[in-house]
Structure formats: structure tokens, C-alpha cells
């Protein structure tokens, strides 16, 4: 799940069909004004409701609590899932398959920390590199729990120089960052302790960690805060197997099947709680959307859903699902659109920065991405809902989209990330708090969203999905022709209205009429 950042855009690109209307802060509970646009974005906007995607968060929260609170890849939570959303869409006349890919698992050999004869589970992260046999043994180290514990250089200063186990709060920023940092400052190994209730396990490290990292319970880590200087060894290791799972691909019988509209969400959760929020959110939202839209829609270009597994393990399906196409295949698909997490709690409104106009971080994504920030962004803004930039910063399933030359974006309501003051004074919510304060733990239920957020960003995706099925012209580097008729409608009724202009000026005067 990608990390927000806090950087405010200079001003967002509207959608050409959205030009010209007033910015204005809507209230959550006026209805919203939609912008012109195709009869059949207009439409399918307005059949997606909150109170549709809340019946599939319900089922999603209901499949959890029968299989053990969880909906993780490799359980029956997440078969369940994948069956409910697969059935729901056969009924609705799309073509729908289920692939299957694998995933790694990785099987515990060793995985404690002992702090002078104090020993705790110590589970390493996806993507983490290993301890040797017999473990790393160092002082153990104590990081500051400030806001944004291990998220800057300066919280690592002064570590010893034969080298440290570093125990750092959850929270704030991504688990790699502070790895990172704590590399960079010459650390052996990371301990990263859980900042909400349970253990710290099935969550991924990501690209590039160099150090062993692994999570440990909230109880103790607070055991272990106590104990700063103790000599601590730390034993991590595992090896891996392959397991198969499933992604659900939907696709309308409609429209061109070369120039196609793909939008996709993860569908699975970590192994600590159900995942509403990240990633029901994102995944319920695109079912309702589909079903509205309907497997038979009339566009034309065709409209593919994708609901991804593994995405918690290192965005494993979708990226094995884009690997597994030819060329050409990959060259029917016009753009991606990305959906993963839009209801956080402490909600912020980020759309992906297709352009790189923030000049942060990854860069600007393929060609048209620019213009798919604007679409999402345009919507938002005119119907009063300012957003912000975030980066591809590679931790959700726009990733091998991106790779592969796929003009990609989407929306985000932010995770592990804190809000700031000036963004609660914009959004609402609270300054200092995270935007998900149970991202990736056992309360992220259905208590854990914002609900105004879901609503507000279902009317976007639905908008901007309809829009992309009627025409890809401007992603394709095209004007669109809607826009090209509306500019010569215009200039041929200028040239109307001169040459009308000018007769009346050099025509007689009839008897009776004054001019």
C-alpha cells in the first residue's frame, strides 16, 4: 500500500468535460453537483451509492469473522472473497475468469529476539533479508517514539559503532524507510514494534531492505523499550515455498477488445484483521461500480475489472498477471486504474502523480498518466473536494503496469502516514494522527472508515471509469473528439454570429423597424 505524501499540488489539471465550473466546498451531505460529461458517466455515478459498496464491506467483514478475523491470501477467508466477488459479477453478465498464479510463502526456521535472557517472537518481514544461523547479537538500541519514530536520519544518530539492534515504533512511515535510516547509520538489524494491540507479522519490508527487520507484539516491544543497552541477539530466518492462489479478472462483452479500460484493487488482507478499509475499501467500490455498469455496457472500448491477491506479499498477482501477457496483449490495454484503500479514517484525498509535478520521489509515469491524474483530480476539485499529489512509489499493483509502459493511476486515502495541520484544516479529521490508525491490524473493521471518503471517491472512479469507456483519445495522445467538435461548434457559431452581425449592419432599414 502506497504512502502518502504531503506536498500540495500547485493546482490541479481539470478534465476537459469538468472546464469552467466554480470550485466550490461542498458539504458531506449536499448533493453533488456532477460535471458535464457523457450520459453514461453522469449515469453510472449516480447508480453507485455508499449504501451499495456498504452491503459488499459487510460481506467482506462477514467472510472474516468466520475464518479466524482475516481475509489473507492462502486462507479460506480469501477463497471466500474471491468466490463472492466472481459469483456477483457472472450474474452480471461479464466474462469472468480466475486465474491462477503463485505466490512465496515464507516457512519459519527461527524468528526471536533475546534481550539479556528476555526472549520474544520476533517474526522477519516479507522481502526482509535473513539473520545467519545462530542470529545478529549487538546492544539493543532504543529509538525515540516521537510522532514519526525512525522516519528521519537524525532519530539514528550516535548509534555504537560495532553496530546495534535498533528497536523502533511502528507508525508514521513505511517499515523500508526506517530500515533505511537505520542501515545508513550503521545498524545490523531492525526490530520494529507494533504501535496497536497483536502481533507484527505477514507484512512486507518491500524493494531494497538491506538490514533483517522483523516485527514484534505491542506488549513486547514495550518490554523491550525498557531494556536499552542490553546485549540482544536477533535470529531471523526462514526459507520459502510456492503456494497457488487466485486473481478474478471481469471483463464487458462490450466495446473494442484492443483499446481496453482496466481498473483493479487487491482484494486480500494482511493476516492481522479483515481488511476493510485496505483493502474492502478499494475492492468493493470497483464490484459495485461494475455491477452498475453492467457486463453489457454500451461503450466503446471495453471496460476490464481486476480483483488482485497477494498484494500484501509483495504485490505478487497483479504483477504475475501483467508479466503473463505477450506484448500485444499488453498493448490492448489503453491505461490502468488503481484502487487501494479510499475510505481511510482520518481520510485524505491523494490522487497519483501521473506528471511528476510535485518533483518527488519515482518520477512521472508512463505517457497519459499525467492526463489520468487530471481526470481523477478534475472531478474531485469541481465537485469540491481539493486533493494532493502522492508518488509511485511502487507499493501498490499500479507497479508492473508502470514497468510495462501502461499509463497508470488512482486514488488514495493514505495509510500509516500522519496528517498534518494543514490538511486537517482542508479535510477535516485530525492534525497528527494517522490517516488509518489500524492499517494493517485487527480493528481495521468496518468501524475503521470514513464513510464521506468512500462516497466521494466512488463518484470519481465511477466517473472517470465511464468517461475512459466512452473515449481514451487524450491517454492516447489524441485531442479528444468531443472537445475538437465542441471548439469548431464554437468557432463556426463566432463566424455565425459575425456574418450576421455584419449583414445587419449594411441592410436596409424596413418600414416600421427600427434597427
Excluded at 527487520?213 to 520459502?240: E, I, P, Q, Y
Aim: net charge negative; proline share 5%; aromatic share 6%.
Amino acid at each position: 500500500m502506497s504512502s502518502p505524501r504531503t506536498s500540495v499540488r500547485a493546482g490541479a489539471v481539470l478534465l476537459a468535460a469538468c472546464a469552467g465550473l466554480a470550485f466550490t466546498t461542498v458539504p458531506a451531505t449536499a448533493q453533488v453537483q456532477l460535471p458535464d460529461g457523457p450520459a453514461l458517466a453522469r449515469n453510472l455515478t449516480k447508480k453507485v451509492t455508499a449504501s451499495g459498496i456498504n452491503r459488499h464491506l459487510i460481506a467482506l467483514q462477514r467472510i472474516a469473522d468466520k475464518n479466524n478475523g482475516t481475509r489473507a491470501v492462502g486462507t479460506p477467508g480469501f477463497e471466500q472473497s474471491v468466490d463472492y466477488v466472481a459469483g456477483l459479477l457472472r450474474g452480471a453478465g461479464f466474462e469472468v475468469s480466475t486465474p491462477e498464479f503463485t505466490y512465496p510463502v515464507q516457512i519459519s526456521d527461527a524468528a526471536f529476539a533475546d534481550a539479556g535472557g528476555t526472549k520474544v517472537d520476533a517474526f522477519p518481514m516479507e522481502e526482509s533479508p535473513q539473520t545467519p544461523v545462530g542470529g545478529i547479537t549487538g546492544p539493543l538500541v532504543t529509538i525515540p517514539q516521537d510522532a514519526t519514530p525512525g522516519c528521519e536520519a537524525s532519530d539514528f544518530a550516535g548509534l555504537p559503532t560495532q553496530g546495534a539492534i535498533v528497536l523502533v515504533r511502528r507508525g508514521a512511515c513505511t517499515f523500508n524507510q526506517k530500515q533505511a535510516n537505520a542501515a545508513a547509520a550503521g545498524a545490523k538489524a531492525v526490530l520494529v514494534a507494533n504501535n496497536v494491540d497483536g502481533q507484527l507479522k505477514g507484512v512486507t519490508l518491500g524493494e531494497g531492505g538491506v538490514l533483517p527487520t522483523g516485527g514484534v507484539s505491542k506488549a513486547d516491544g514495550d518490554t523491550l523499550f525498557g531494556k536499552n543497552g542490553v546485549t540482544t541477539t536477533v535470529d531471523m530466518r526462514f526459507h520459502t515455498v510456492e503456494k497457488p492462489a487466485r486473481n478474478i479478472i471481469a471483463q464487458t462483452t462490450t466495446g473494442r477488445k484492443n483499446n481496453v479500460v482496466m481498473a483493479g484493487a487487491h482484494l486480500d488482507s494482511v493476516e492481522a484483521g479483515p481488511g476493510i478499509n485496505d483493502n474492502g475499501s478499494g475492492s468493493a467500490t470497483l464490484l459495485e461500480t461494475a455491477l452498475q455498469l453492467g457486463g453489457s455496457p454500451k461503450v466503446n472500448n471495453s471496460v476490464r475489472f481486476a480483483w488482485w491477491g497477494a498484494e500484501e506479499l509483495g504485490l505478487v498477482g497483479s504483477t504475475k498477471y501483467v508479466q503473463s501477457l505477450s506484448f500485444d496483449q499488453q498493448l490492448d490495454i489503453a491505461l490502468y486504474l488503481n484502487f487501494d484503500m479510499t475510505a481511510s479514517p482520518n481520510a485524505a484525498y491523494f490522487v497519483y502523480d501521473g506528471d511528476n509535478s510535485d518533483g518527488v520521489g519515482s518520477g512521472e509515469g508512463p505517457y497519459g498518466s499525467a492526463q489520468i491524474e487530471s481526470a481523477l483530480a478534475g472531478f474531485l476539485n469541481t465537485t469540491g473536494v481539493p486533493t494532493e499529489g502522492t508518488d509511485f512509489d511502487g507499493r501498490s499493483d499500479y507497479g508492473e503496469f508502470i514497468a510495462q509502459g501502461i499509463p497508470a493511476g488512482g486514488l488514495f486515502t493514505g495509510a500509516e502516514g500522519i496528517k498534518t495541520q494543514a490538511q486537517a484544516d482542508k479535510w477535516g479529521g485530525q492534525a497528527g494522527v494517522a490517516y488509518d490508525k489500524c492499517y494493517h491490524s485487527k480493528c481495521d473493521n468496518l468501524g475503521n472508515l470514513d464513510r464521506v471518503a468512500l462516497d466521494r471517491n466512488a463518484d470519481a472512479i465511477a466517473w472517470v471509469t465511464a468517461s475512459y469507456a466512452i473515449s481514451t483519445e487524450d491517454i492516447n495522445g489524441v485531442p479528444p473528439k468531443n472537445a475538437a467538435a465542441k471548439a469548431a461548434k464554437a468557432a463556426a457559431r463566432k463566424t455565425l454570429i459575425k456574418t450576421q452581425t455584419s449583414r445587419v449592419k449594411t441592410a436596409p432599414v424596413a418600414h416600421g423597424v427600427t434597427a
